[in-house]
């Protein structure tokens, strides 16, 4: 009976910690370069992938545009706009997809990850086809 208890208790446990390292969720970005927070963004999950879409401006107002965005997304609204596609789930983060910056129109691969201990941190790295990367971290909107 304690085996079971046990076992049941190392199972709840892995549930909880699994349930904390999603990232799905509201994120606020900040600015490798700056510190600025600059927006709110929308992790969410769609047929096993993961996508983000801002969802709040924290410096500019609600009908700003992408001036730089490449293709279809050229002259959006920023407000709504996926920026984030296309992320698999691979062993303990997510890989394989795509982030827009929308400042500069420069589209990167795209990978994040979870430090250990710190769940409401969410590091994203998007690295460019020239080799360049940069690596930022978003906090969880509560």
Not at 18 to 42: F, R
Not at 84 to 94: A, D, P, S, T
Not at 110 to 134: A, I, M, Q
Request: hydrophobic share 35%.
């Amino acid at each position: 009976m304690k085996r079971l208890f046990g076992l049941l208790a190392a199972f709840l446990f892995c549930v909880v910690l699994s349930a904390q390292s999603s990232p799905v969720g509201i994120w606020k970005t900040i600015d490798d370069k700056t510190g600025d927070a600059k927006s709110h963004l929308e992790i969410f999950e769609q047929n096993g992938k993961f996508y983000g879409k801002i969802v709040k401006l924290l410096q500019r107002k609600p009908d700003t545009v992408c001036e730089k965005c490449p293709g279809n997304k050229k002259g959006k609204l920023l407000l709504g706009m996926l920026i984030v596609e296309g992320l698999e789930k691979y062993k303990y983060y997510w890989k394989n997809g795509t982030i827009l910056d929308p400042e500069s129109g420069s589209e990167y691969s795209c990978s994040v990850w979870f430090e250990e201990g710190k769940p409401d941190e969410l590091k994203v790295r998007g690295k460019h086809w020239t080799g360049l990367f940069r690596t930022q971290t978003w906090y969880r909107v509560k």
